[in-house]
Each structure stands twice: as structure tokens, then as C-alpha cells.
């Protein structure tokens, strides 16, 4: 009994950064709209600057002033983002900005790794708070406490702030109708700045506080990332109570998971915020979203026509040159355009989903490695052939992708995207934790193609005739009946129910076909690697597939594919460098403020200006 | 003549507001029949119910005969009613004729079809339709870029693909020009009579309510207060109070021109 108490208040000390971070988050969401990926890299500011002024600051009083200094510093930092990497990008469409955030994670990351080096940082102990307490006979640190009391206080103060101040009514305001509040004459721009000053700082806080308990390493971005979305959805977008609701409920089940089921700590919070997702579509404390809001913001896409004798002509050359490339004999063109193929195939699935149907999948990595991992186990386990294998793998991701997109289909926007990615870290999870059936962490090696494959060359082609048929494939169905349906049910879903289309279950089955083809990516994938690690199932793939649908141009049938073309080519180049991922970041950003309709988008957009193309009207 | 529509003591409360209360009426083959009333009285939620938007909390809708309560939007269009909306809503990433030949598509149960090309498939249908309402000169604009009287004409045209027996038809002429709307409602009530269609439709323009429509009926706070032929509602007392604005304007302009 006093154990479990002990390991309350263990799960609540713990609750304390959760909620720093993931209220800041909840806040920039709720008023910019932002889906902001480089939040956990505010949070790992936060712990490297809060201990770097730690050093300086000597005792109790030198602590607290580093904790709250990180702070104002990581808010100011958040305010340098904006202004020049979000502000130009506000009217780009919906979603588009998350990719820049992505470019600041990268940039963010190279520069922690040149400021603090690469080695983790131990944190230093709270003066004054370094003891123990005996509580019901349980030592319990008495900094512990000190978080307790300190994250209520926090709560109250910024529920003050949202509720009681004219700040906070201008805050409310701009979540429920932006267009409004500027039109009674609020600088929306300022506005939105101080709210990203605020929300960083939230999350610089968490980082500083956290350092008695944790430290400081180059992984908590990433690390921090999924939890705190985890603990907006549970507690409900743009809910301060809610997130604090969240933040303990999640830390505490993570306490006591770690006890009592080990194996069960990287699934637990999926677990937890898919079953409240299920009996409380909104998050614990979350309002229904307001119809509409997730609409397609800007201009609206334009109308799409098969490829004319032009185009096709052009599609058949380029085929015709990248058939030509065995002939040069380097092996290393050879490797990397499978590289791209299956890469430029992960992401025309992506987009098929994403931008025919509206649906902002975060999880799509569990379909490619999903394939991957099926093809793997079948040799692995049942000795199956390459050939069986190899067209089982599409197979087995569609079907995890009925049977997940069943689940989230049941919800929209935002929320949507969150189940896509809480299932694909529940398998990611399985998959890593599986040691004796997965290999887990050690991945699954020696899955070779058969005999007749058995070639860099023949699985070159190979290569192309699956990857490029599929990218056809998808974009065939676009222009079919099927995929006008998905189309019609993104534009008007009240208008598609209106005239007999069952929206929820075209895009279950869009969904589903996505699943497929990226479970195909990933068969040949793993074959053309001959081994298949976690890494394949993770986040970070999930999000390089978002990040190149959007960088391509989501609003274009050949984003997806040029997107990740240009993406992998780009990252063979830059990889070489030791600071690839700051030259990277800073590309990416840039291409996003020169290019916000996307690199497809922005070139049709010059070529109707050098009147190249047949000019569609304008507005 | 035969009833097409038939609504009995439909009813619907949110919370504890009565948005409609006891609504009974039949609709009767070829029948305009308009719905009336001030803003709040109830129309919209009596047509999302009978368009399945919405679930009565009592009563029932019977579509030749056939108990319609509670069912999908989509299926009670597949039943054989059409419906326009209040405000406009169309696939904006589509082309005009697109846009018809989606709803042609659906009509003809093709939507999981994977092979042909989409804006090949019942062209020459869709294109008649878009005769039918005069916007086939405009069938491969951007439906984006349409002008609001347009969209409006395309929603009719959309409407009418599966050739209703029945279309329902949310103010259809809010927001055009009076011009416009005239225009509109005769091309509505000619296609009514063609196609020998029944449309029951709400709208605030008297002068329209009162030149087209066969029938009106009066709804006020959820009741339905009055039923009865264009003369017969003009000249009811009850409707008159509460239509103030509307009614009397227009006898007050007919008494001027006639002086």
C-alpha cells in the first residue's frame, strides 16, 4: 500500500515536465493551428541551457534562476522561429507548416550537437532538494515534492492567464475564429508570436525542471515527441486541465507499468489514449471540433486531367533512361535509385491518402514496415519463398491497415492523424519488444530474393516493375470512379452523403489500398536490403513520408513521387557532411518559404506564368 | 393524384428546446409546395430530418409508402430524393460537368469501380443535365471559380440526376439577386412540370413563395400554423401577425401598382 502510494507520487513528479511541454503545445495548436513537431526540440533547449547556466548559477537561488531563465531563453528562441520561419507561411495550405517545424528540428539538432557535444549530460541536483523524505516508510526525493507542489501552481497561473486576462480572452478568441479577431483589429501576427513565446517557454521550463531527475541527451526530442501529443489528445486539444489530467494519468500508469508488466512501457500510453479516443471521442476535457475547420485552407486544388501525349511521352523517357542505368555498371546509381523507387512508392501512398482523401495519416511507417516485417517473418519463420513472401507482404500491411483504419476512421482531423500514429507506435513497440519473434532491436537479417533476383541488376529492374507500376497504379485509381469518390467525400462530405456515397467507407477502403501499396514499398525494401530493423516502423519514417508529400506538393498527383526523389537525392548528397542535418533544415525551410505550394505546385504555377502550360482561369 | 410525401407528428427537441412539435403534411405528386416561416421556426431541422441529417425525436416520414425515419442521407437519396442545400456545397476540386457526372457515377452504383477513367463515364447524361439548367457552356470551368447564382444552377442540375420523384430544396434562392432568383425558380418549376417532380421548398422571398408555389405551408416555433393555397395563406390573419415584414410589403406593392 505504501508502495503504491510512493509510486504515486513518483508518477505525478514525472507528470510535472509532461505538463510544461504538452500544455505549450496545446496552447501553439490551439491558436496558430500549428502542428508543431519542434516542440521536444524546445524541451531539449530547455534541459541543455538550463544546465549550461546551472554551471554558472551557484546554489539554491542560482537554480531556480536557471530553470526559469532557460525558459524565457527557449521562448525567445520559439519567437526567432516564428517570425522567420512560420510567419511566411501562415496562408500555405493547411498542415504545410509542420514541415518547416520538421527543418527546425534538424537545425536544432546539429546545433545542440555542436554547443554540448554528443555525450549524454547528468543532470545537477536541486540545491536544497537533494534528501529524501520518508512517507509511509517510502523514501520519496524531496525534489520530487517540490515538482508536485510546483505543477499545480503552473496550471492555476496559466488557467488564470487563459481565463481571467485580456490576453488570455484574445487567446480564446483566435482559437474559435482567427479571421474574427483580426477584424476587430488585433494584430494577429503579434498575437501569434507572443503564443509561440509562451508555448516555447512552457516547454523550455520542462526542460530545465526536469534536469535533477533526467538530464540532458541529443534523443529527447524525439524521445518527449510522442508523449506530448499523446497528452493533448487524451486531455483534449486545447484543454489546460485536460493536459494536466493527462499528463498524470499517463505518468502514473508509466510508473506503475514499469513495475508490474515491463514489457508493456512503450505501448502503455498508445494503449491508454486509444481507448479514451474510443469512449471519449474528444479527449477527456476536449470540445467537439467545430465543422469545417480542418477544410482544405487556400486555394483550392485544381481540377486533375490524365496525363495528355505529352506527358505520357515524358513519363516513358524518363522509364526508358532509368532502364538504361544497369548499362552504366555502377553498381551505386543502381542501389540508389531502388533507394528512391521504393522511397518515391511510400510516398505516392502517402500522398494517395493524404491528398486525394484528406485523411493526415501520422502513422503511415507501419504499413512499409508493416510489409517489410511480414515478408521478413515469412522466411524468417516459415522458410517461405522470396516469390511467396514478396506477395503475401502487401497483403498482410492492407490488412492491418483494415483493421487500424476501422478504428480511426471513426474520427477526423487532428484527432485522426493521432490514432493513425498511436496504432503505428503500438506496432512499432510490439515489433521492438517481440525479441524471440521480431528480433527486436537486432532486426531480422538474411532475407535475401530468390536465385533468379539474385543480382543488383535484375533486382533493378525488378525493382522498377513493381515500384513503378505501383506509383502508376495509385495514380490510375485517381482518375477512376474510386478515386473521384475519395475526392468528392474530401471537397463536400455533405454533399457525397447526400448523393449516396458512403464517405467513411471510401476512404476506409482508400485507407486500406494505401496500406498495401506502401506494404509493397516495403517488400521490396527489405529484399533489396536483405534485413528489416525497427527503424523501418518509427516515427521519424512516418513523418519523412509526411514531410516529402509536402515538400512535393500536396495539392498535385505527382507530389508524392517527386517529393521523395528529390528528398533522397538531396540526403545522398548532404549525408556526406558532418553537419547534414543543420544543411538540410535550412534547405528544407527554405524551399518551404520559396515554394509553399510545394515543389510540383510552384512549377506548374511558373510554367502558366511563362505560359509553357495551357493556363487554367484564374479567380 | 397520389401522395409521394407523407410527415406524421414529426417532432424534435435539443435539450429542452422544441425545434419542431407535432409537424403533419403530405406532399402530393407535381406538387411546389413552400415552407414558411421566420428565421428559428423550425424549416431547416424539418428538412434535415426528412433528408436524414438529423433523427426526429418522434414522429415518422413515409416516402411512397415506404417508412424513411432515421435512415442515412445516402440512402434516402438512393430512395429517390433529390435535395439542395441553404448553402451551396459542391466538390470544389472538380470541373462542372464533374461534378454531375460524380453524382451519375454514384446513381449507377460505380463509385468502387477502379478501371475506367472518371470524367469519361457518363459524360453525354451529365452533359444534358447541365443543359437542362443552361450550364453547359460553363461544364469544364473550375467549380471553384463558379459565380454563387451558378453553383446554385449546378446544385439543381446535381439534384436531379437520379431523377427524383421528389426534391427538397433548402432556400434556394438565399443570397442571389431578385433578378436570379427568378430566374431560377422558373427554371425549377418548369422542370417540376416536365419531369413531373414534386418539390417542397422553404424560402423568405414572398413575392417568390407567392408566384411559384402550388401550396405553402406556415411553420412558426416549431408548429405548423397554417396549410392551405397561396390566396388562402395570404389572406390568413394568424400568418399575417407574425409575418409582418413579408406579406404585407408585397399587398402594400401590389395595392401601389394598381393605383
Redesign the interface.
Known amino acids: 500500500m505504501s508502495l503504491l502510494f510512493a509510486q504515486l507520487l513518483t508518477g505525478l513528479a514525472d507528470a510535472a515536465t509532461l505538463f510544461l511541454v504538452a500544455s505549450g503545445l496545446s496552447l501553439i495548436f490551439g491558436v496558430t493551428r500549428i502542428v508543431n513537431f519542434s516542440h521536444g526540440s524546445f524541451y531539449m533547449l530547455g534541459a541543455f541551457i538550463g544546465y549550461s547556466l546551472m554551471q554558472v548559477l551557484p546554489g539554491m537561488f542560482g537554480f531556480w534562476a536557471s530553470v526559469l531563465l532557460a525558459g524565457v531563453a527557449v521562448g525567445l528562441i520559439g519567437v526567432i522561429v516564428e517570425i522567420c520561419v512560420l510567419r511566411p507561411i501562415y496562408r500555405a495550405p493547411e498542415l504545410f507548416q509542420l514541415v518547416a517545424t520538421f527543418g527546425v528540428i534538424l537545425i536544432i539538432q546539429d546545433v545542440a550537437l555542436f554547443t554540448w557535444g554528443a555525450d549524454d549530460l547528468l543532470g545537477p541536483r536541486a540545491p536544497g532538494l537533494t534528501g529524501i523524505v520518508r512517507i509511509m516508510g517510502e523514501p520519496v526525493p524531496k525534489y520530487d515534492l517540490a515538482l508536485i507542489a510546483i505543477t499545480p501552481l503552473v496550471l492555476f497561473s496559466l488557467w488564470y492567464m487563459i481565463t481571467k486576462t485580456r490576453v488570455g480572452i484574445l487567446v480564446r478568441a483566435a482559437t474559435q475564429d482567427r479571421e474574427m479577431v483580426g477584424a476587430l483589429g488585433v494584430n494577429q501576427a503579434w498575437l501569434f508570436t507572443g503564443v509561440f513565446f509562451l508555448g516555447a517557454m512552457l516547454a523550455g521550463l520542462g526542460g530545465a525542471i526536469q534536469l535533477p531527475k533526467g538530464g540532458a541527451d541529443l534523443l529527447m526530442d524525439f524521445n518527449i515527441l510522442a508523449a506530448i501529443f499523446v497528452v493533448v489528445v487524451i486531455g483534449g486539444m486545447g484543454s489546460l486541465p485536460g493536459a494536466y489530467a493527462a499528463a498524470v494519468l499517463i505518468s502514473v500508469l508509466n510508473v506503475y507499468g514499469v513495475t508490474y508488466i515491463p514489457q508493456s512501457t512503450l505501448v502503455l500510453m498508445f494503449v491508454v489514449m486509444a481507448v479514451v479516443l474510443m469512449i471519449k471521442p474528444f479527449g477527456l476535457f476536449g470540445r467537439e471540433e467545430v465543422a469545417g475547420e480542418h477544410g482544405q485552407v487556400g486555394e483550392p486544388e485544381r481540377p486533375i486531367k490524365p496525363a495528355g501525349p505529352r506527358g505520357r511521352l515524358m513519363v516513358a523517357g524518363l522509364i526508358f533512361l532509368l532502364a538504361l542505368i544497369p548499362l552504366s555498371g555502377s553498381n551505386f546509381a543502381q542501389i540508389l535509385t531502388t533507394d528512391i523507387i521504393t522511397f518515391a512508392l511510400f510516398a505516392a501512398s502517402l500522398h494517395f491518402i493524404l491528398g486525394l482523401g484528406g485523411l493526415v495519416s501520422f502513422g503511415h511507417a507501419a504499413y512499409f514496415g508493416g510489409g517489410a516485417y511480414v515478408a521478413a517473418l515469412l522466411v524468417t519463420h516459415l522458410g517461405a519463398n522470396m516469390e511467396i513472401a514478396f506477395v503475401l507482404a502487401p497483403f498482410g500491411a492492407a490488412l492491418g491497415a483494415v483493421m487500424i483504419g476501422w478504428l480511426c476512421m471513426r474520427r477526423t482531423g487532428v484527432y485522426f492523424a493521432m490514432l493513425t500514429l498511436a496504432f503505428a507506435q503500438l506496432i512499432w513497440s510490439l515489433v521492438y519488444q517481440w525479441d524471440e519473434f521480431t528480433g527486436g532491436d537486432d532486426g531480422l537479417v538474411d532475407i535475401w530474393p530468390a536465385a533468379w533476383l539474385n543480382g543488383t541488376s535484375v533486382y533493378y529492374y525488378f525493382t522498377m516493375l513493381f515500384g513503378i507500376g505501383g506509383i502508376l497504379a495509385l495514380r490510375h485509381v485517381a482518375h477512376s470512379p474510386f478515386g473521384y469518390a475519395l475526392r468528392a467525400s474530401r471537397d463536400s462530405t455533405r454533399q457525397a452523403e447526400a448523393t449516396g456515397i458512403h464517405t467513411k467507407r471510401v476512404q476506409w477502403a482508400a485507407f486500406s489500398f494505401a496500406g498495401a501499396m506502401a506494404g509493397l514499398a516495403g517488400a521490396l525494401f527489405v529484399f533489396s536490403k536483405g534485413s528489416v530493423f525497427p527503424t523501418e516502423l518509427e516515427i521519424a519514417k512516418s513523418f519523412d513520408g509526411l514531410i516529402v508529400v509536402f515538400l512535393g506538393g500536396v495539392k498535385t498527383l505527382s507530389g508524392g513521387v517527386v517529393g521523395a526523389a528529390s528528398l533522397e537525392l538531396v540526403k545522398d548528397v548532404l549525408t556526406r557532411f558532418e553537419y547534414w542535418r543543420l544543411s538540410l533544415g535550412v534547405l528544407i525551410i527554405v524551399v518551404v518559404i520559396l515554394a509553399p505550394n510545394g515543389i510540383v505546385g510552384t512549377l506548374h504555377k511558373l510554367g502558366e506564368r511563362l505560359g509553357m502550360t495551357g493556363k487554367t482561369e484564374d479567380r | 393524384m397520389s401522395v409521394v410525401l407523407r410527415v406524421d407528428d414529426l417532432s424534435k427537441s435539443f435539450g429542452g428546446v422544441q425545434a419542431v412539435k407535432d409537424v403533419s403534411f403530405s406532399i402530393e405528386q407535381g406538387e411546389l409546395l413552400a415552407m414558411i416561416g421566420p428565421n428559428g421556426a423550425g424549416k431547416t431541422t424539418c428538412f434535415n430530418m426528412l433528408?436524414g441529417q438529423l433523427k426526429p425525436t418522434g414522429g415518422e416520414v413515409f416516402f411512397k409508402g415506404e417508412n424513411l425515419t432515421g435512415r442515412?442521407?445516402?440512402d434516402i437519396?438512393?430512395m429517390g430524393i433529390g435535395?439542395t442545400?441553404q448553402v451551396t456545397?459542391?466538390?470544389?476540386?472538380?470541373?462542372v460537368v464533374?461534378n454531375v457526372?460524380?453524382?451519375l457515377?454514384?446513381?449507377h452504383r460505380?463509385?468502387?469501380?477502379?478501371?475506367?477513367?472518371?470524367?469519361k463515364?457518363y459524360k453525354e447524361e451529365a452533359m444534358s443535365l447541365l443543359d437542362l439548367v443552361g450550364m453547359s457552356d460553363q461544364a469544364e470551368?473550375?467549380?471553384?471559380?463558379l459565380a454563387y447564382g451558378d453553383l446554385k444552377r449546378l446544385e439543381l442540375s446535381?439534384a436531379l440526376?437520379?431523377k427524383p420523384s421528389l426534391l427538397l430544396m433548402d432556400e434556394p434562392t438565399a443570397g442571389m439577386a431578385p433578378t436570379e432568383r427568378f430566374k431560377l425558380m422558373q427554371l425549377t418549376s418548369d422542370i417540376v412540370r416536365d419531369q413531373n417532380i414534386s418539390v417542397l421548398f422553404t424560402e423568405h422571398d414572398m413575392d417568390v413563395v407567392f408566384t411559384h408555389s402550388h401550396r405553402v405551408m406556415v411553420l412558426n416555433r416549431g408548429e405548423l400554423i397554417a396549410d392551405g393555397s397561396v390566396d388562402e395563406i395570404r389572406n390568413d390573419a394568424r400568418v399575417q401577425e407574425i409575418y409582418l415584414g413579408g406579406g404585407n410589403l408585397y399587398q402594400k406593392a401590389k395595392a401601389a401598382k394598381h393605383d
Open positions: 433528408m442515412q442521407p445516402r437519396w438512393r435535395r442545400f456545397a459542391a466538390y470544389s476540386s472538380m470541373t464533374e457526372q460524380m453524382a457515377i454514384s446513381h460505380r463509385i468502387f469501380s477502379f478501371l475506367p477513367f472518371a470524367h463515364l470551368r473550375h467549380c471553384a471559380i446535381i440526376c437520379h
